[in-house]
């Protein structure tokens, strides 16, 4: 079947540009995830989803970054006013209850 | 103390080398356990689920130690193949919540 799906894959804009991101979760996962790794660090939690409402937003750096999610199903990230230090790997992962995480490929963004 | 603690290595062993990483995690609460695999420039991977009574999958056996609060990978008869970084990743229990917190990661290097 159809694993978690991100798009783009690669993004590189301009620094004070807005950006979004896109996952589109395992079909029937209910729980969606968005994580950020930079090169060579660990995963960095932003932000988690139940359905459609993100009852844990704690990770999010600033309030230039939000989240939603529709329909239970796909979510957009959104990155205003990007900064160099938001380049990074994005990853999104799906799950079902407290079973294991499938993750997206990610969207590598660079910010110049 | 940080919630869930790796290692970072590099581990370099031969081929062939059994070779072991342990992750603490400091929530006692903690609920699920696994072990990822993350190649260069890609997604992790699940590699398996720690059960409590210990588990084993080919050449890969996961352990978890809950007085201590440790989960353990061990790897026999390791190829080159196995080169990659090894992420603990743990769940814990609370109200409901359930947000993966991933280790930073411990490298192996399998070298001829």
Redesign the interface.
């Known amino acids: 079947g159809a694993g978690v799906s991100q798009s783009p894959s690669n993004k590189v804009t301009e620094k004070g540009k807005d950006v979004e991101l896109r996952c589109d979760p395992i079909s029937g996962h209910t729980a969606l995830y968005w994580y950020r790794q930079s090169l060579g660090q660990g995963l960095e939690f932003l932000i988690y989803f139940q359905g459609n409402s993100a009852p844990d937003k704690s990770g999010l750096p600033s309030d230039r970054f939000s989240a939603e999610r529709t329909g239970g199903s796909v979510s957009t990230l959104t990155i205003q006013r990007t900064q160099q230090e938001d380049s990074a790997v994005y990853l999104c992962a799906s799950s079902q209850g407290n079973s294991p995480l499938h993750f997206g490929n990610g969207t590598r963004l660079t910010v110049t | 103390r940080k919630e869930v603690e790796q290692d970072p290595g590099p581990f370099n062993v031969p081929e062939g080398a059994t070779v072991a990483f342990n992750c603490t995690y400091s929530n006692s609460a903690s ?2 356990f ?1 072990w990822y695999r993350q190649d260069c420039r ?5 590699l398996m ?1 720690v059960y409590s009574s210990g588990n084993e999958d080919g050449r890969f056996t996961a352990q978890l130690n809950r007085a201590s609060q440790y989960i353990s990978l061990l790897i026999r008869d390791s190829k080159l193949s196995d080169s990659a970084t090894y ?1 603990c ?1 743990v ?1 814990p229990a609370s109200g409901g ?9 411990t490298s192996l290097i399998v070298h001829p």
């Open positions: 609920q699920s696994f890609k997604e992790p991977k699940l689920s992420l990743v769940i919540s359930y947000i993966p917190t991933f280790g930073r990661g």
